[in-house]
């Protein structure tokens, strides 16, 4: 079964950056559709973005783009998303999330999530 | 980028009681839309994709139907692991993926 692991907290002053990883087990990593979502303090969910392995393409959504990077490391089977120009609106739980494992070329839902990284944007 | 709402926003239940929650999209999304439920603290769980089929070890409890721009969750006789936040998505259109702002079921 697949299992995601994120990094741990992060604290970062605002106009920095800040990388987050989620390193996954289970499934075929080369041709996973991973996402990047987060929930600022007692809000919903924001997509912020995905790589979808099979391509070898990453997606962003609109409100990111220019600011957020989705990276993977075949070799290592993480996958990273680092977002910069950070304010304190960034201030949020991100969570990274996988498909379906049988589906490779589609942003669908997301059956499996890691437990989330806090990122706290302070002065 | 369609807009999800879901409604109400808090819902009050007492045990072994039923629920139905709403969700409702800004266009139509065809069946392509999933539910989640979240603890506080804890990450979602998928409950239902493609509008009806439940996730792997979900209770039958827990039913989704609808189509289009109207959906609902229907849990059946609320257990005391049931008190938690559900939030819809949809994956039809994307570029971006998008949720519902969330339905809290409260004892």
């Known amino acids: 079964q697949v299992q995601l692991v994120q990094s741990g907290a992060a604290v970062k002053k605002p106009g920095s950056s800040v990388k987050v990883s989620c390193k996954a087990s289970g499934g075929n990593f080369a041709t996973g559709v991973f996402s990047w979502v987060r929930q600022a303090p007692g809000q919903g969910f924001e997509w912020i973005g995905g790589?979808?392995?099979?391509?070898?393409?990453?997606i962003y959504a609109q409100k990111f783009r220019g600011r957020v990077l989705i990276t993977t490391d075949d070799s290592t089977t993480t996958v990273y998303m680092e977002l910069s120009s950070l304010t304190s609106e960034d201030t949020a739980v991100y969570f990274c999330a996988r498909g379906p494992v049988d589906i490779q070329t589609s942003m669908l839902f997301l059956e499996y999530w890691g437990q989330g990284t806090l990122v706290t944007v302070s002065s | 980028e369609i807009v999800m709402t879901q409604s109400p926003a808090t819902l009050s239940v007492s045990p072994g009681e039923g629920a139905t929650l709403s969700c409702r999209a800004s266009k139509s999304v065809s069946r392509n839309l999933a539910w989640y439920q979240q603890k506080p603290g804890q990450a979602p769980r998928l409950l239902i994709y493609d509008t009806s089929a439940r996730a792997t070890g979900i209770p039958a409890r827990f039913s989704g139907s609808g189509g289009g721009t109207e959906f609902t969750l229907t849990i059946s006789s609320l257990q005391s692991e049931d008190f938690a936040v559900y939030y819809c998505?949809?994956?039809?259109?994307?570029?971006?993926?998008?949720f519902g702002g969330g339905t809290k079921v409260e004892i």
């Open positions: 998505q949809q994956y039809d259109s994307w570029p971006p993926l998008t």
């Open positions: 790589m979808m392995g099979y391509y070898g393409t990453a």
